[in-house]
């Protein structure tokens, strides 16, 4: 631990010395031309953070231009899939595996019941259901009950343990879970009628390990809401299926994942050491060589924060567990050929994580500061202005290939506009407190029992 | 002013204000964190520590039981 501490601090010192060390050199130039030496210096830190901010833009859009040709081709490829797909195994009645869905849950009694009864509408013939209530200081284990208590034709378990967080709840569902397959999802998850047997295609090739689900927003309810809407359908429709074009998607979602469960004890279940088990668990598996599908089609509706700092709440967890992760498995990072597409997913996860929020929040301060030291507003509004163009393209591109409400596009603007300025405040602050090695708690957010 | 203008103006003040607008929020996060942990419900099955004893390692006695065994031996004590 004190050997880790030092280790950051050696780094975070060795930044500054070289940085010091540009600026002593900066300063022996400055010092054998004309001006005065603070303008000197200013205009060389502005330029330096000019190249920055270009080389970021560019990043950036070769981000989104990869996202894009290979969310198309994942997508192009499902569609000629299904033209010449050979007789699959898992389509028959008979043939069809057991899943067991496990279904974790504290505190969740405003949607429990909702949650276990939509399960019970799924179209699968073969499914058990076991709610794992994590020690609950409300009434869910109750109500859990009375919906088990009534007559249906699923088997449905309700467990009830101590407190120990939503790993071990998973865990423990996976212990006593009896398919072949699991589907683990959040207490507050509605899915789609077709999920399992959509799902279960996946895992006709041997080399698929798990298959992550669609995550769509429920409660798009005010402008915080909708605009979590346009980012799911983002993140899910450009990123996620780009991943899984190349077999790699990098975060299985809490509300939606479906594993081999013999793949789950192969890697040891869920860890409790981070604050997003579901990236950790991911990246188990993609270390393992096991290939991740993405099923567009098994949607799960969730309902997302709908005040202010509800989402910061969320956001700030997500910040930190994916740093979490990314550093429990942060071997990969330097070892390309050993760990090959890992690698780069890892590189890809930190300039989400990190670089991406420090870079639009710097740009920000430097593009305001120079509009009004210099009067440059202008400069502000065009780098806002391409951002903003990227978010709208991307947006279009995502509403069209999901079928989602062309109304999200408009949402575009608002996000870059506020939202995220917000939001990517937020990470900083998350990024810096993880690297302090701040303590932080799980974040349960309050349920408005929307499903 | 021209149109580019009047637009940089209005981003440039909601850049400002929402920058600021994130720290606040931020604090407020934090500081309602703090201030408030988790309500807990009152369970009689919780241990001082706030941890549930299995109710089934707890031995059953039956109210009946124990009321007949007090009246077997009041007399005997008085």
Known sequence: MALKTFSRYFWAAAALVAVVTILGFSYSAVRKTQGSFSVLLENFVLSAVSFYLLAFLVILILRYAILVMYSFMDHMETLMKKRSAPPPKYREETTLPMVSLVVPAYNEGVVIQAAIRSLLQLDYPNFEIIVIDDGSTDDTYEKALEVAREPHDIPIRIVTKRNAGKAEALNTGMALALGEFILNMDGDTKLSGNTLRVCIRHFEDPRVGAVAGNVKVINRENIWSRIQALEYVEGLAMARKAQSFMRSVNIIPGPLGMFRKSVLQQVGGYDHDTFAEDCDLTLKLLMRGWHIAYEPNAIAWVETPSRLLDLLKQRYRWTRGILQATSKHSHALWQPRKAGINCYILWYMLFEGIMWPFSTLIGNIFFVYVGITYGLVTLLFFWWMQLTILDVIAAAYCVVIEEEDPSLILYAVAFRLFYINIIDISKVFATIEEWRGHTMTWGKLEREGKL | ?78
């Open chain 2, 1 to 78: 002013m021209d149109l580019v203008s009047i637009l940089a103006t209005v981003i440039l003040v909601t850049t400002i204000g929402t920058m600021i607008i994130g720290v606040g929020a931020y604090m407020a996060f934090k500081l309602r964190d703090k201030r408030k942990p988790n309500k807990k419900r009152s369970d009689d099955t919780l241990d001082a520590a706030g941890l549930r004893d299995a109710i089934f390692l707890t031995p059953y006695v039956h109210e009946g039981s124990v009321r007949s065994e007090a009246e077997s031996i009041a007399p005997t004590a008085g």
